[in-house]
């Protein structure tokens, strides 16, 4: 790698404690496995994982740069993804009380990779994570600042698998008693679709910086 190992050692550090506090990824992941089952809570994952790779393929080609400079994407991004999460929330709220965890193959695989990518693809803190983060290790010396910026966030990327699959692993273990219980399945679906909700407007009001 080109990064030096000072640089390395600290950013693994950053990025690990940026990535176990709790955000709309996690979130969303936690949610799925606990309705769900492990099996579509490790599915989220890669969906969220993918998300975070366009992002790093955008920083390093330059497109966060141009986003951020824009008076108008900056915002649409930013609203879109947020109407996006209270959207599952309130879904969430108004989901059917069957929890049953699909077999495999189960097109609803397809729609949770597909909405767990959606939730980071249009989060545009992960953007500004990226734009604000990643540079902060590059040391211009070693030259190659574009493959360093892709190999940190390569890294990143990898570092978020592990933390969210731990987070999905247990979920999974949790939610094997929350199905079996009728009124623990309500109280789930309430705080995770009320969570959900709060999250979709603290991207859009607040802006957290949590992932």
């Not at 890669?46 to 390093?60: E, F, K, R």
């Not at 980071?120 to 604000?132: C, E, Q, R, V, Y």
């Not at 190659?144 to 699959?165: P, R």
């Not at 939610?175 to 991207?203: H, P, Q, V």
Request: aromatic share 10%.
């Amino acid at each position: 790698m080109l990064i030096s190992p000072y640089s390395l050692l600290w950013f693994v550090a950053g990025a690990l404690l940026l990535l176990i506090i709790p955000g709309p990824a996690v979130t969303y992941i936690l949610s799925r496995t606990i309705e769900r089952g492990r099996a579509a809570g490790l599915v989220a994952v890669l969906g969220i994982v993918t998300g975070t790779l366009c992002h790093v393929v955008a920083a390093t080609l330059g497109l966060s740069a141009l986003l951020l400079s824009s008076a108008l994407a900056l915002p649409a991004v930013k609203y879109v993804g947020a109407v996006y999460i209270i959207y599952l929330g309130i879904r969430t709220l108004r989901r059917d009380r069957e929890w049953v965890e699909p077999a495999r193959g189960d097109r609803r695989f397809a729609r949770l990779f597909g909405e767990g990518m959606l939730v980071n693809l249009l989060n545009p803190k992960t953007a500004l994570f990226f734009f604000g983060f990643l540079p902060q290790f590059v040391d211009l010396a070693r030259g190659h600042a574009s493959l360093q910026i892709l190999e940190l966030g390569v890294l990143f990327v990898l570092l978020s698998w592990c933390t969210d699959s731990a987070y999905a692993w247990i979920g999974g273990s949790v939610g094997k008693r929350i199905r079996g219980s009728a009124r623990l399945r309500r109280a789930e679906s309430n705080i995770s679709g009320a969570l959900l909700i709060a999250l979709g407007l603290g991207c859009a009001f607040v802006g957290a910086r949590s992932r």
